[in-house]
């Protein structure tokens, strides 16, 4: 993954926990890099390595901090880094959906070696939006709530999820 969501993942739990906390969490994952770079790419594992320690650490299920990490990654890093783009994706959730593999494809254009999840509308109806995710890496399920529901905040709406099914074949211990 990219060293931006390793910053995300640094600057949730700093905002939430404190910096102490943060060395805490790199200190049991094993991760001696102390500066992300946003553009570089990591391996996945190392974000793994950190979910699962932060998880340990502040005794939330990984789960929870994945859906708060889509969360902030919406509602701060989107906005920091993505802005223009994500004021032009849509003015409203669906449109935002129904937009969001053009957005990716913008995304791609600053990290070439972008491997993005897809989204794909099956059904729209009037309160409702049936939505497939799929994605090469496993057990981000509940990253993807976080991301809908900070999504849902930025336009101004309330949703309610229900998971249908899980596709992952190999979950991550730790983070499902």
Known sequence: MYGLVNK??????????????????RERANVDVEMFISNESYKDSL????????????NQPASELLRLLGHYWITEIAVQHYGAMMDAGGNSFVEFMRNLPNFHGRVAMI???????????????KNSLHLV??????????????????LAKRHGIKIKIDQSEFKSTQPVEGVN
């Open 8 to 25: 995300a993942v640094q600057g949730l739990v700093i905002e939430n926990y404190g910096e102490e906390t943060w060395d805490k969490i």
């Open 133 to 150: 995710y799929e994605s090469a890496r496993n057990g981000l399920e509940m990253f993807v709530v976080g991301l809908l529901e900070g």
């Open 111 to 125: 990290f070439p070696n972008l491997k993005p999840p897809t989204f794909t509308i099956l059904k729209e109806e």
């Open 47 to 58: 974000t793994y390595d950190l979910l699962v320690a932060a998880s340990e650490i502040v």
